[in-house]
């Protein structure tokens, strides 16, 4: 049974960063994709980011690019998610996700993790 657990959510000002981490288990994810999500209130979810297990660069959604780093511990089984610079507008559930290769499904998900940007 595969489990993703976020962490790392929290209160932060306009400015700050916070670090999110996704603990996977229950599959060896060797060929999988990594990637967050995010749904702001009244809002669909939105992608954020994706990364390999394999390694390799992080892509990014306009939005967070050069803000937001995606990064992989293999060793550790956990995926990060460095955020700087927040604006009120990442104000959202994070979530993490899973998926067997570039093109299948995002078939597994974490519980969420919330993350507020005050002024």
């Known amino acids: 049974q595969v489990q993703l657990e976020e962490s790392g959510g929290g209160l932060v000002q306009a400015g700050g960063s916070l670090r999110l981490s996704c603990q996977a288990s229950g599959r060896t994810f060797r060929g999988y994709d990594m990637g967050w999500f995010r749904q702001a209130p009244g809002k669909d979810r939105a992608f954020v980011a994706r990364?390999?297990?394999?390694?390799?660069?992080?892509f990014y959604a306009d939005s967070v690019k050069g803000r937001f780093t995606i990064s992989a511990d293999n060793a550790k089984n956990t995926v990060y998610l460095q955020m700087n610079s927040l604006k009120l507008e990442d104000t959202a559930v994070y979530f993490c996700?899973?998926?067997?290769?570039?093109?299948?499904?995002?078939?597994?998900w974490g519980q969420g993790t919330q993350v507020t940007v005050s002024s």
């Open positions: 990364i390999s297990w394999t390694g390799g660069s992080g």
């Open positions: 996700a899973s998926r067997a290769g570039a093109v299948r499904p995002w078939d597994y």
